[in-house]
């Protein structure tokens, strides 16, 4: 009797933690995506001071530091995986 009466609780309780874990993971990529974008503003900000140094190998350093480190941000966004639902048409409003 005690059985049949938590059998729909239970079942609820285990979708209710599939959803969490879900959630969790989501929670980790937009993480991931808020560590690429900082990156991407440390890339511009060493852009923009590249300007300020006199000296051409000095310039050329910084240029070449930002460019790789943006490869390897782009990179890394590449690779993460979009979040749970998400689709490109429904992104732009397709049903």
Do not use: C, W
């Not at 979708?15 to 929670?27: A, F, I, T, Y």
């Not at 300007?51 to 930002?66: G, H, S």
């Amino acid at each position: 009797m005690k059985d049949k009466y938590f059998e729909h609780a239970n079942e609820l309780l285990e979708e209710s933690q599939e959803v969490l874990e879900e959630g969790q993971r989501d929670n980790s990529r937009g993480d991931a995506y808020n560590l690429v974008s900082v990156i991407y503003s440390v890339v511009l900000f060493m852009l923009g001071i590249v300007i300020i140094f006199k000296k051409i190998p000095n310039r050329a350093a910084v240029l070449f530091i930002a460019v790789g480190v943006l490869v390897v941000a782009t990179i890394y966004m590449f690779t993460i995986p979009m979040p749970t639902g998400f689709s490109i048409g429904s992104f732009f409003g397709a049903k």
